[in-house]
């Protein structure tokens, strides 16, 4: 089989205190980091044996807070992008941690879903460390938040930025009729697929490939359908990918999630993204 795989362990921390998320500033216990980074060394062992079941896999990393800032998650992003039937490894991070182990990568397969978060970090630091990845040849993306805030700051960094990399920007949904047609404008000038995320997807019955051939797993080896449905499919360590692959018809109303609706056939966003897909880097979505 070939597969996708999305891991959130225990890890609730993050450096950033992003007032919009719950787990800015948080500080996890030694027992709940400890737990985390068994769970990764797990989750990486059962990536290592699925060449003898011959899978195929692409691995997402997206936890709640920022990985990258402890050891464990980047042993494992090397580890398992040297890994001869995995096709790609990507994370997403705030790129704050230091970034002298990224040599180690095997940059063919190695990917980075990088947010930028105005008023965190200043551009100038963050914009070194994009040139970091930059200049090892690793794959990535940069986004942001759309809130009208932050225009500013957007624009400035998408004029920073060489003109090949990808930077997106997700819809700010709090709000009802958050922007005006001219913020439309704006923000299409950044990204050119805004209007995609733009858009909530009518998803109730749809066919969806989430736990067909992409599977959402939570630390202990739980695995959903995804994230938003709270339903558990069953274990990944004791069903196996071939014991969770079934047709299943999404049981939201709708889908507004990138990592959600991007796996809707439906929308045949592999059009727009093609090999970028799982990092978010569309296919003509270069500056200007």
Known sequence: MKATVYYRGSLSSCNYDCPYCPFSKNKDSAETLAKDRAQIREFVDWVRRQKDEGHRLSLFFNPYGEGLIHRWYREAMIELSHMEHVDKVA????????LDWVEQLEA??????VTYHPGQTGETAFLKQCMTLYRQGLSFSVGSV???SAFGALS????SLPDDVYMWVNAFK???NYYTEADFVFLRGIDPHFDRNAEDYASMDRDCNTGYDVFYVQGPGLVKRCYKDRSVI???YRDGLTGLSAKRACRMKCCDCYIG???MPELQLDTVYGGGLLERIAVNGSAG
């Open 108 to 113: 063919r397969k190695a990917a980075f879903w």
């Open 146 to 148: 759309g809130v009208k």
């Open 91 to 98: 994370i997403q991070t705030n790129l704050s941690a230091r």
């Open 156 to 159: 400035s960094l998408r004029r």
């Open 261 to 263: 609706y991007i796996h």
């Open 234 to 236: 069953g274990h990944l």
């Open 174 to 176: 709090d709000k009802k």
